[in-house]
């Protein structure tokens, strides 16, 4: 951490104040200085605001002094925005070297419960109590690095491998506004700095591995997605291979974690992504969905079911016709299960026209899969509102091909004739068995223990 | 099996045995068949076959007389049917011939849904029918009449369990009247109509004949299943067309035999059972049918004998042929329509609408980030720990003014 500098002592306003260990001056404002001087003054701001100070166990302390560097902050936040050429060479090792002081540190350890406990969408997160300046911080870096003046070539030289190591750390903290920085300030590096860009891929596939593998834990998993989606979507055709093995080893077992829901729609996004580029990974992704498809977590389950009707939206139909039979089958479940949110999902694709018009296309396979699983439902359910969306798809159905339908319908009942008879033959088994020994010799009804064992001692006697 | 509608004159002296010139004549018709096959190769055994006939089919002989008589009862009336076809959809005054179709195409619906039998949306038809032919009905009632007639129907059929309570019906139909509503229809129609025990249509007749020709063809022939049967038939009544009665005579007897004459020679099943139509739609089945069927130029000399017998004229015939044909191609086709949801109603309960509402993670809010084809290629720093294989040669970065929110205007590099 530098001291403030304390050359240039025209520029200092205020005396020095003994109020702590080091000595904080308040610089003098930009537009008071002439321009040549601009540059020394603002490499002395940029020092000045490498001074950190406590919010945390001290809250109060230095208000004085915390509130020059918020000031200082902020002016040059406006500078920089304002006005052109201001971003020398010489500030860029200032500027960096400001933001990595103030904000790569040891995030503190999760206040939160951990695992099952944590509920993402009810309990509170933890705000970091040092967000007046390092929002301030954060703000500044953004415009540095959107700034037209901005050179990614001189750049380069102080933002390397090792700061997106840094920052990419920070991405586990859990204050949701510093994320949403962190994001944005990665998405315009990655834009930025292309030799950096295969580094930054290879760092979040590690976060990603270590979260769906090690610990099932990290806070940023959404934004490093929403930052994958934007970069996804720029994807050149041909697809490369490296991007089509991220699919399928990060992004589909994705889906296996316990915590989808905090990032599912960023998630689903990507996936829809890769399927518009290329959609010969259909049958895999549609595959790996129903592999990974939840059998007791029945919110997930109304998330996979989204996430499959936004992927049927753009699925090619050639594409649709490798996948439907294992899928209908799985839909079929869904449509019988007892969870009614899962069910209504699952019957609401009914009422999407280009669903519809693939399945009318391939009803003839689609229909004796779907078929059982409604007609019995439309009895068995418990829930009203799924009786009347099972009459809407059998309706449907019906509409589709008569005669299909009445088949399916044949089938049915002959299935389940054969399954009373086969109840009826196996009670008569029973029945016959119960006779044949009620009519055996040996036995006697005698109240305790087993009959056999009086019967043999019995026999003893007698013989 | 076909109806014998018997003009009222006629009436008694059809079955009897020695009584009606007409039954003599058919008979005496009939032995000339058996001559003119004995003289092309007939096996003995089919000969005795159709004498033998007439002894196993003494109770259903009797059972069919009895549905004979009432037959005449249960048809609609000829002069509504007549009004009901030249109706057209946008008079608003009149039921036509298309609103019925749907509506009977509703029924079934929730025929199936419900699980009633075919007994009771065939008596339903039946009652929708006779109904709509006897009172003015207004297009916006349809819907009331058609639930009507369907929960008329399957408390005269189903048993008690299985009926669904009217307010289930209404809920699940979409329908917009209330119950209330419901039973002020359902007496109005009770009192129109002689609703009473079931009433005696082709899907009686059905019955019985497949039960016969179960016996007759037992073991030589694939029977389609009653239920194939029973599917055909609701087909046609989805058509008003078929509806249309044209009052015949043809002796029951006589049609069994010709019927198990025809079964022999390989005519398909079905068509002969749908002979339970009017006789008119029989014929024209059996002729649709009749290019498949065809081994011998016999059956087409049956086919004119009973057409000459029925009075049915060549253009009629040809006429009922046609549409007999487009119902069946239609009912067979494999081809799939589209579906139409748009007249359906999706109710789901409120979080699963909050759900679909919430879940439109459509546009992202970062811009894309367009990969440039030289890449991997232009890294410096990153050799060794290059995640796709490619080779690095390390080189300068070239412009990167790519993306839209990268500045169209960049200062020139280097210092």
Known sequence: MLTCNKSGDRMVVDAPNSNGPFPPLALMHFRDVAPAEQEKLFIQKLRQCCVLFDFLSDPLSDLKWKEVKRAALSEMVEYITHNRNVITEPIYPEVVHMFAVNMFRTLPPSSNPTGAEFDPEEDEPTLEAAWPHLQLVYEFFLRFLESPDFQPNTAKKYIDQKFVMQLLDLFDSEDPRERDFLKTTLHRIYGKFLGLRAYIRKQINNIFYRFIYETEHHNGIAELLEILGSIINGFALPLKEEHKIFLLKVLLPLHKVKSLSVYHPQLAYCVVQFLEKDSTLTEPVVMALLKYWPKTHSPKEVMFLNELEEILDVIEPSEFVKVQEPLFRQLAKCVSSPHFQVAERALYYWNNEYIMSLISDNAAKILPIMFPALYRNSKTHWNKTIHGLIYNALKLFMEMNQKLFDDCTQQFRAEKNKEKAKSKEREEAWIKIENLAKSSPQSCSNGDGCPFDRRCSEVKKDS | ?415
């Not at chain 2, 369990?161 to 109005?188: A, G």
């Not at chain 2, 239609?330 to 109710?347: A, R, T």
């Open chain 2, 1 to 415: 099996m076909m109806v014998i509608v018997v003009r009222r004159e006629v009436s008694g002296c059809l079955f009897t045995q020695g009584g009606s010139s007409l039954f003599q004549r058919g008979y005496s018709r009939l032995l000339s068949f058996a001559a003119c096959r004995r003289r092309q190769n007939w096996k003995h055994e089919e000969v005795k076959r159709m004498r033998d006939l007439q002894a196993i089919d003494s109770l259903l002989l009797k059972e069919l007389k009895s549905c004979c008589a009432k037959e005449y009862n249960f048809l609609p009336r000829e002069a509504g049917l007549k009004l009901m076809e030249s109706a057209s959809t946008q008079n608003h005054n009149g039921v036509s011939a298309k609103c019925r179709d749907a509506r009977v195409e509703e029924l079934w619906g929730l025929t199936s849904f419900f699980g009633y039998s075919t007994q009771t949306f065939v008596q339903a038809v039946n009652l929708l029918d006779r109904f709509l032919t006897i009172m003015k009905a207004q297009p916006k009632h349809l819907p009331c009449i058609g639930v009507c007639c369907l929960h008329m129907a399957s408390k005269m059929v189903e048993a008690e369990s299985n009926v669904s309570p009217t307010h289930e019906l209404i809920r699940i139909s979409q329908s917009k009247f209330t119950v209330s509503d419901l039973c002020r229809m359902e007496k109005i129609i009770s009192d129109k109509l002689s609703v009473e025990p079931k009433a005696v249509t082709a899907l009686t007749f059905l019955h019985l004949y497949h039960s016969a020709f179960a016996s007759l063809s037992a073991g030589r022939e694939e029977i389609p299943s009653i239920g194939r049967l029973e599917a055909q038939l609701k087909a046609c009544f989805c058509r008003l067309v078929f509806s249309k009665a044209k009052v015949r005579i043809v002796p029951g007897r006589q049609f069994l035999s010709i019927a198990a004459f025809m079964l022999s020679h390989g005519t398909h099943l079905s068509v002969v059972c749908l002979i339970s139509q009017p006789s008119v739609l029989a014929l024209s089945l059996i002729a649709h049918e009749l290019p498949d069927a065809l081994q011998s130029p016999a059956m087409l000399k049956i086919v004119q004998q009973f057409q000459r017998h029925l009075k049915i004229s060549d253009s009629e015939l040809l006429h009922w042929k046609e549409l007999v044909a487009k119902c069946m191609t239609k009912y067979h086709s494999s081809e799939c329509n589209k579906p139409d949801n748009k007249k359906l109603v999706w109710i789901v309960s409120r979080r699963t609408a909050q759900n679909l509402q919430a879940n439109h993670f459509s546009v992202p809010g970062l811009p894309t980030i367009p990969e440039g084809s030289w890449d991997e290629s232009e890294s410096e720093d990153s050799c060794e720990d290059m995640s796709c294989g490619e080779d690095s040669p390390c080189g300068s970065l070239g412009s990167d003014g790519e993306g839209a929110f990268f500045p169209s205007v960049f200062p020139k590099c280097g210092k």
